[in-house]
């Protein structure tokens, strides 16, 4: 992260910090399917696997805010928010399949994608103790939970469609929207951390 840290305020064993900056995410999310199939009329079937595949990129830069509580050095509240706030420009949306076996890729499509990318997280933990494992160090052992929502919406457009194993049929292109995708996820955690210290390491 690239941004700007900065303590706001300090009273007695109350302390309060926040951090603002920008993220930078570069990769894709990939979905596979096949292997065993309940089709949607009753029917069941062992495909292949994968017999076919999504890559959603997830190029994009996000910002952070984070704010940081901490009570006598042991107890500690953490809220954070990351977003682009608006759809956002992610790269290109791959989508492969492979009708019959894995040996011919049948069907290859590119798009361009957009997407919106949300995340929220509360995390809330306790410093249970403080020891000295090695020579010159101080190690911390933190318990705590966490509860994370995230929103991932995307929308490809601009799609264009070839077959690579059979040259005689020509490319599709489609204009406009082709695909909205949407993933959520509302999660608790329990969360265990350790942090080491070392007084004099060069």
């Known amino acids: 992260m690239i941004g700007l840290r900065q303590q706001a305020l300090s009273i007695y064993s109350l302390e309060l910090d926040y951090s603002l900056g920008l993220h930078k995410y570069s990769g894709y999310i990939q979905y596979q399917i096949g292997g065993f199939t309940n089709f949607a009329d009753g029917y069941n079937a062992t495909l292949h696997f994968p017999n076919s595949e999504l890559r959603f990129p997830f190029d994009i830069i996000p910002l952070e805010a984070q ?47 957009v997407l919106h990318f949300l995340d929220n997280r509360i995390q809330a933990e306790y ?69 080491t210290h070392f007084d004099n390491f060069l």
């Open 67 to 113: 704010v940081n509580l901490t009570f006598k050095d042991r107890f500690k509240l953490s809220f954070s928010h990351l977003s682009n706030f608006q759809q956002q420009k992610a790269g290109i949306l791959k989508d492969s399949d492979w009708l019959d076996s894995l040996d011919r890729k049948d069907v290859y499509s590119e798009s361009t994608a």
């Open 127 to 195: 410093l249970l103790n403080k020891a000295s494992l090695l020579k010159g160090s101080s190690t911390l052992f933190y318990l705590g939970i966490m509860y994370q929502e995230q929103n991932l919406s995307y929308t490809a457009s601009e799609l264009t469609q070839i077959s690579p194993e059979d040259s005689t049929i020509e490319p599709i292109y489609v204009s406009g929207n082709v695909i909205s995708y949407q993933t959520k996820l509302k999660a608790p955690y329990l969360v265990f951390r350790k942090k």
